[in-house]
């Protein structure tokens, strides 16, 4: 048996103001610090240990992780960042507050945009260049369905994580939203019609117990 950990960031400041974030690198809110705080301290009541801790280049998950490793006495772990882990590319919504887009484009729209697999919101005009993208060589996206996300995710999963866990290294994976969504999607099986029904709460982990056939034994929200 293995276990595998995930949880949303805490409360963003976006999230506080009720706006499209995707790849806009924005500090958690006081609340979001205690939610990470929380969170961390009911990971520490498991007794669980972990081998590698894996989040995304945003500052928002960069720093919930490390006060979760802080709460468990596991500061020495090693902490990969990828690009393949950030939120989903809100494309041209990105900074604009959710409730006046909705009155807008109408609430059917609104959720479509949010809760679709293979729905791409509007896009940028041009990519945004970044120092930390362009220096590894990836191009951010003008914006991304749930599916996109999906698809950068999942050769991390392939390479990185699937492999500790196949290995017996218990894996912790702090990132966000959307590319948790991707990622309960393909562990739980969900179809892409059932997926707009997920939702993952900020600062509350999920703790699944994988057996050798890299089946799903237990899941708990640790809440």
């Known amino acids: 048996m293995v276990e595998l950990v995930i949880m949303r960031h805490g409360q963003s400041l976006a999230n506080q103001q009720h ?10 809110t006081a609340t979001g610090l205690t939610q990470a705080h929380e969170a961390g301290s009911r990971i520490a009541a498991t007794g669980l240990t972990f081998q590698q801790v894996h989040t ?3 500052k928002r ?6 006060i979760v490793l802080d ?12 690009w393949r882990l950030n939120e989903r590319h809100y494309g041209a919504l990105r900074g604009q507050n959710k409730d006046v887009v909705k009155q ?15 729905t791409v919101p509007p896009l940028l005009a041009k990519p945004d260049v970044a120092r930390r993208y362009a220096q590894i060589g990836v191009t951010e996206p003008r914006g ?3 599916k996109m996300a999906y698809d950068r995710l999942m050769p991390y999963w392939q390479d990185h994580i699937a492999p500790g866990l196949r290995a017996g290294h218990n894996q912790l994976v702090v990132a966000h939203g ?10 739980e099986r969900i179809s892409d ?8 709460p900020n600062g509350k982990p999920i703790w699944y117990q994988i057996d050798s056939d890299f089946e799903i034994v237990a899941k708990r929200v640790l809440d």
């Open 71 to 82: 709460e468990i006495g596991q500061n020495d772990l090693p902490m990969i960042k990828t």
């Open 61 to 66: 998950a960069i720093m919930t992780a490390n």
């Open 104 to 118: 807008r484009v109408g609430a059917a729209q609104l959720h479509e945009w949010r809760r679709s697999f293979t």
């Open 56 to 58: 995304s280049m945003l």
């Open 193 to 200: 019609d059932a997926i707009d029904q997920v939702e993952v």
């Open 178 to 187: 959307s590319t948790l969504r991707a990622l309960i999607k393909y562990l």
């Open 19 to 28: 706006l499209f974030t995707g790849w806009s690198d924005v500090a958690l």
């Open 144 to 146: 991304e369905s749930l």
